[in-house]
Structures are given as structure tokens and as C-alpha cells.
């Protein structure tokens, strides 16, 4: 019993270790496969796009880069557009895609109020972006059938 529980350890190790040494994909290596691939998997490879631009934007609003918070936030607004549009297109990951859109969206009402006043209506607009692409996923979703 602790031969077994020695090996998985090392096995576990191992694979933590592989992992680690595997070099992150960057942005431009992402979204050159989110446009390659199925339409199918565009959505949540676009997303991933958009969140990361997220994170660099916050990570650009603490260190008060004011171009760089504005162009990532550019990003997650085109990254977000290209998956909200594969999502309806395929009709796949529509859900998932309108779920992590609001929760971005939700993020940035939350950090519209920590920037300062020449900089809120650049995050509004975003915002104001974000959530009419929720608007078409949910019309996607569910409506257009009987409601007209």
C-alpha cells in the first residue's frame, strides 16, 4: 500500500511537472486556432481570448497603463463578438458563451467604478457591447419560436 501510494505520488509529480514545463499558448497562437477550427469550438476559444484581455486589462488598470486598459478592453469586446457569433452560428455553446460574456460583463460594472471619470464611458461602452451580444444569445436561446 505505500509502494502504490509512493508511485502515484511520483506519477503525479511527474505529470505536474510535464505541465509546467509545457509552454503557455499566447494570445496570438490562440486565436489563430479558434479561427482555424470548427465553428463549433470557436465559442469557448474566443472566450478564452476575451478573458485573458480581461485580466490583462485589470492587470493595466492597477499598474495605470490607461492605452493598454483601453486596447484590452477593444479585445474583449472583438473576442467576445466572435464567439457570441460562432456560438449562434453552430448553435452550440450558446449558453456557456452568454454565461461567461455576463460574468465578464458583471466584472466590469465592478471595475467601471474603480477607474476614473474620463475613463467610465470607454468601459460602458464595452459593457453596453457585452450584454447585446447576451441579448442575442438569450433571443437565440429562446426567442423567435411562437413570439411573434
Not at 490562440?30 to 465553428?39: C, D, I, M, P
Not at 469550438?41 to 493598454?68: N, T
Amino acid at each position: 500500500m505505500i509502494k502504490f501510494v509512493g508511485v502515484a505520488a511520483c506519477v503525479v509529480l511527474g505529470l505536474v511537472a510535464i505541465s509546467s514545463a509545457r509552454k503557455e499558448e499566447t494570445l496570438q497562437e490562440l486565436v489563430a486556432r479558434a479561427e482555424a477550427a470548427k465553428v463549433e469550438q470557436q465559442p469557448d476559444l474566443f472566450m478564452e481570448a476575451a478573458e485573458r484581455q480581461h485580466r490583462a486589462a485589470l492587470d493595466a488598470l492597477k499598474a495605470e497603463h490607461w492605452d493598454e486598459f483601453h486596447a484590452y478592453l477593444n479585445d474583449v469586446a472583438k473576442y467576445s463578438d466572435k464567439a457570441h457569433k460562432a456560438a449562434i452560428a453552430s448553435g452550440k455553446k450558446v449558453k456557456n458563451t452568454e454565461i461567461k460574456i455576463r460574468r465578464i460583463s458583471t466584472r466590469l460594472k465592478e471595475t467601471k467604478m474603480n477607474v476614473g471619470v474620463d475613463d467610465q464611458p470607454a468601459v460602458q461602452a464595452v459593457i453596453d457591447q457585452l450584454e447585446e451580444f447576451r441579448t442575442e444569445l438569450l433571443r437565440s436561446m429562446f426567442g423567435g419560436k411562437g413570439n411573434g
